[in-house]
């Protein structure tokens, strides 16, 4: 059986080293602040919004949060990234995707300050990752929890280690093949397109799946003792739990892969909540560099 990494109790270890942190550091007259910004009423958006406002306020953070209606114009919004990018109070800013469509989000994105881009997105950023220039990147949240987890399991180190990561977008697959090569693993990134992806990941010593559908990964998928990263998260029928009820199951199928794995991530509890505890962590890092700070390593 895998050794089960458990993600809410790494998250809740990354947000009290930041409660602790922001103690120290408001007493010295700085207090990490954090703008989320939401346009329109996507009631998935609003739950997530909702939650990052309240775990900053519970960080200690000085919490901001604007919540603009779907017709906002896109002047309108870039002119708040803008404002807030030039608010010294400020020092994460975070546009909840997706935004409406007549929006251009990648100029919002390009628009926001890259030292307050907590999400990682800006292309200043996204280069410092690919170039392995970690020390002043912000890093993706998801990527960089999930890469929290596996170092708990790995260590820093992962010479010597083939890494496959089953997903390529700018969010999640990308940035963590980017963070496994910056980790000396040898990184294969697999998609849609590729030719017999089963064969791709048995040749695995960490496996991270990122792809968005139910249990796609199997057991026989996975090479004996692998550590297994799960990222997707997918709301699946569970008639079992009465008619018209739902769970979640990430991309591996998580009952079969056990029994191979040398460690694996659940989902729900895997790296889920490591995607606000990095939020968390990304803020204060970043008035700690604002204001001069060597950053406290969570
Ligand atoms: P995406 O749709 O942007 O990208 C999915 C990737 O999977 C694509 O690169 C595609 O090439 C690949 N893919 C699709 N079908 C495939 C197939 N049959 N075989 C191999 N590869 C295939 O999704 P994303 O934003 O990267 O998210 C991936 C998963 O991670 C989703 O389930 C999402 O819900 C989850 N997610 C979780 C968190 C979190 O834990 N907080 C955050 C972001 C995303």
Redesign the pocket.
């Known amino acids: 059986m895998a050794e089960f990494i458990d993600g809410k109790a790494a998250a809740a270890e990354v947000v009290e080293k930041v409660k602790t942190e922001t103690v120290a550091l408001t007493e010295e007259g700085i207090t990490p602040g954090l703008a989320v910004v939401i346009v329109g009423d996507d009631p998935a958006s609003q739950v997530y919004v909702a939650s990052k406002s309240k775990r900053a306020k519970e960080c200690g953070f000085h919490s901001v949060q604007h919540t603009l209606p779907a017709e906002t114009a896109e002047t309108e919004l870039l002119a708040l990234v803008k404002a807030l990018n030039a608010d010294p109070a400020i020092h994460g800013i975070l546009v909840q995707l997706p935004l409406p469509d007549h929006i251009d989000s990648a100029r919002v994105i390009q628009t926001i300050a890259p030292e307050k881009d907590v999400d990682g997105f800006h292309f200043i950023n996204v280069g410092k990752l690919g170039t392995g220039t970690l020390d002043s990147a912000f890093v993706p949240c998801?990527p960089a929890g999930a890469m929290l987890l596996l170092k708990r399991v790995r260590g820093t180190d992962l010479s010597g280690l083939n890494a496959v990561v089953?997903?390529?977008?700018n969010?999640?697959?990308k940035p963590m093949a980017n963070l496994l090569l910056a980790a000396n693993a040898t990184v294969t990134i697999?998609?849609?397109r590729?030719k017999d992806?089963p064969a791709v990941a048995r040749s695995a010593d960490i496996l991270v799946a990122?792809?968005?559908?139910p249990q796609?990964v199997r057991g026989d998928w996975v090479k004996e003792g692998a550590t297994v990263i799960d990222?997707?998260?997918?709301r699946i029928p569970a008639p079992e739990k009465g008619e018209g009820k739902t769970r979640l199951v990430g991309?591996v199928a998580f009952d079969e892969a056990e029994k191979i794995a040398g460690a694996i991530t659940p989902v729900p509890g895997g790296?889920?909540p490591m995607?606000i505890a990095m939020l968390m962590a990304n803020t204060l890092v970043s008035a700690c560099r604002a204001n001069g700070r060597v950053p406290p390593s969570l």
């Open positions: 998801t089953i997903g390529r977008s969010i999640v697959g697999a998609h849609s590729t992806l990122a792809v968005g559908r796609m990222v997707g998260i997918n991309d790296v889920g995607t």
